[in-house]
Nanobody, 116 residues
Framework: QVQLAESGGGLVQAGGSLRLSCAAS????MVWFRQAPGKEREFVSR????????YYADSVKGRFTISRDNAKNTVYLQMNSLKPEDTAVYYC?????????????WGQGTQVTVSS
């Protein structure tokens, strides 16, 4: 089992920034999802294992940046210009092949709250 350790959530005012991190035990394709109360879990951002290609939900494009530190086996989500609509529990997940259809490993989630 791959262990993912999330950190970086907190309370921030609208327009502020937070940086989430997800530390893994190796190199994996990784993704960030989020889930707000009463809503479905939604995709936020992804980084591939082999190509380092990145992907973003339309709602966060231009504001969020996903990146990887290979030496630390850690993926980051830099969140700028935060909006109240970004309030959610953020989860990282991982898989060992870019083309695999399933995210096999999940972090514990970290709460992000954006006040207006």
């Amino acid at each position: 089992q791959v262990q993912l350790a999330e950190s970086g959530g907190g309370l921030v005012q609208a327009g502020g920034s937070l940086r989430l991190s997800c530390a893994a035990s190796g190199r994996y394709a990784m993704v960030w999802f989020r889930q707000a109360p009463g809503k479905e879990r939604e995709f936020v951002s992804r980084i591939n294992r082999n190509s380092d290609s990145t992907y973003y939900a339309d709602s966060v494009k231009g504001r969020f940046t996903i990146s990887r530190d290979n030496a630390k086996n850690t993926v980051y989500l830099q969140m700028n210009s935060l909006k109240p609509e970004d309030t959610a529990v953020y989860y990282c997940a991982a898989k060992d092949r870019d083309y695999s259809p399933r995210w096999d490993y999940w972090g514990q989630g970290t709460q992000v709250t954006v006040s207006s």
